[in-house]
């Protein structure tokens, strides 16, 4: 006598298990991949596959090369839709330097884009409400397709108690683009205004 097979569920995971590959200093998720759980974590070379990693940045057509040294990698779980919307998360890696390391938490990003003005070779970030923030600056020419734009400037800073940080000391030039990331908001890109003749 045949069995009847129980019905398929229809529910779906709450929750995967993926390896992030996100910034250091502010957490931002820059790739998520699932794994199997017996997987040790891959290291950043593994999964950049290089130095550097190609980024592409929000609303313009370049890519911009992270350096390898400013990323790192952490299994976690986490929601299935990070597979198609990592950069919607960070990991919150607390305030630095930590007395103690925490477990790795992922976090949305919420909230407005922080604002970025160039002013005497230097650029203003400020994230209304985000005291004492990390935020991480990559300075760089426009970006390019193909191998990518390197950054000229990286710039690891916190934000002050009102919200605020001058990056640059100076040596942002009047061509140069930046992307900026501030733990828990959405990266701001800066460009400078299009010249009118």
Do not use: C
């Not at 370049?62 to 919607?88: E, K, R």
């Not at 191998?147 to 100076?170: E, H, N, P, V, W």
């Amino acid at each position: 006598m045949a069995t009847a097979k129980p019905a398929a569920s229809a529910v779906t995971p709450t929750s995967v298990a993926v390896t992030v590959l996100h910034l250091q200093h502010t957490g931002h998720v820059l790739a998520a991949l699932t794994r199997t759980t017996a997987a040790p974590t891959a290291d950043v070379g593994e999964l950049t596959g290089s130095t550097d990693f190609p980024l592409a940045e929000p609303g313009a057509s370049g890519l911009v090369l992270v350096p390898a040294d400013l990323l790192t990698a952490a299994d976690l779980s986490a929601p299935p839709d990070i597979l198609t919307a990592f950069w919607h998360w960070y990991v919150d890696v607390g305030v630095l330097p930590a007395p103690a390391p925490a477990p790795p938490r992922l976090e949305q990003v919420t909230g407005t884009v922080p604002t970025v003005q160039r002013d005497a070779g230097s650029l203003t970030v400020s994230s209304v409400g985000d005291s004492k923030a990390p935020v991480l600056a990559l300075v760089h020419p426009a970006g390019q397709w193909g191998a990518g734009t390197t950054a000229r400037l990286r710039i690891l800073s916190f934000l002050d108690a009102r919200g605020r940080a001058q990056l640059g000391g100076g040596a942002v030039t009047s061509t140069d683009e930046a992307l900026v990331f501030v733990q828990g908001r959405p990266v701001a890109r800066y460009a400078p205004a299009p010249v009118i003749n």
